[in-house]
């Protein structure tokens, strides 16, 4: 006998989270109740994957478990944010006992990892697609925000840039260093929310945001909301050794400039605050490196490791556009 929708959310997802003080009533109710802390604002965001979109129908279910709870948290993470509960909206064609139990477990290992408990959401049936909504919390007037950089600002950025992209491309049928795919489609499949080093960073850098749709693609966005422009330098994009070894082959700057998926933090930081960036740089996992400054001319420019420059960085994921 097929499961009914609320006994699937009572087997799969009543108790698959960590049970925090703050959550007055959690899941099973037309409302969660939730108990933010004195002198804390709220941190909300919100993403939907869609198969055959954003992951194949045919999706290892446990890291899409993962991977749909972590693009959120990297969200809070890039405000700086603790990350506190989460709702899910699940739209599956059927419920599938063993889709859903490897699914629970993904997002539920992650949920655990960071204190996370799941306060609501919803079920239908329809073509598969998750929609899943995060709360953090941070102190009142310490967020960082998109438009808060200044110029002169020094640029960095967390991990590694362009792996969830070559994984993608190797999946497609791109020849890729063996040795190196399983640590690619791991980035691509279970990328890791940086949120100790959103943590450390708030009220050192001044811009922060996180890299999902490719490195052009989102500094752009805090370019265009601070009013400055930036300067980048090929040769400081830090790339694991698949990534590093796709470029040499080819002189394909693009997959580190633009390909998304990485969900790693760029930062712009006051030059005076240099060294406890890079005195962070070393405790942080992924650790933090510097990639360019931000300046008062409008635009994005990168300079080739041979001197020249690209004026036009290529442009990340948008989902409207032509395919």
């Known amino acids: 006998m097929a499961l009914s929708e609320f006994a699937l ?4 997802f009543s108790a698959l989270t960590p049970v925090r003080a703050d959550v007055v009533l959690g899941v099973g109710d037309d409302c969660a109740l939730l108990q933010p802390s004195p002198g804390q604002q709220l941190a909300v965001s919100m993403d939907t994957l869609v198969a055959g979109r954003h992951f194949a129908p045919g999706a290892d279910p446990v890291g899409l478990g993962h991977k749909c709870l972590a693009v959120n948290l990297s969200d809070l993470a890039a405000m700086g944010a603790a990350p506190a509960w989460v709702t899910l909206a699940l ?11 490897g699914f ?5 290992a992650l949920a655990r990892t960071h204190g996370v408990q799941l306060v609501g959401g919803d079920t239908t049936k329809g073509p598969l697609s998750i929609t899943v909504q995060v709360h953090g919390q941070l102190e009142a007037g310490t967020a960082m925000r998109r438009d808060a950089a200044q110029a002169g600002d020094l640029v960095y950025v967390s991990g590694t840039l362009g792996d969830a992209g070559l994984a993608l491309l190797a999946e497609r049928g791109l020849y890729v260093n063996p040795d190196t795919l399983d640590f690619l489609r791991g980035r691509l499949h279970r990328p890791t929310p940086r949120l100790a080093s959103g943590s450390a960073l708030r009220g050192i850098a001044h811009a922060a945001i996180d890299l999902s749709d490719g490195l052009g693609s989102d500094l752009q966005h805090i370019c265009a909301r601070s009013g400055v422009g930036a300067t980048l330098y090929a040769d400081r994009l830090p790339m694991s050794p698949g990534v590093a070894e796709y470029v040499a082959d080819t002189g394909d700057w693009a997959l580190p400039l633009a390909a998304g998926d990485d969900y790693e933090l760029c930062v712009t930081v006051p030059p005076h605050r240099q060294g406890e960036v890079e005195a962070l740089a070393t405790r942080l996992p992924g650790g933090l490196t510097w990639i360019g400054t931000t300046d008062a001319c409008p635009g994005m420019r990168v300079v080739l490791p041979d001197g020249r420059q690209i004026d036009n960085i290529p442009s990340g994921y948008d989902h409207f556009a032509r395919d």
């Open 104 to 108: 629970a477990e993904g997002f539920g």
């Open 9 to 12: 959310i009572d087997r799969f």
């Open 91 to 101: 739209t599956i064609p059927t419920p599938d006992e063993d889709w859903l139990a």
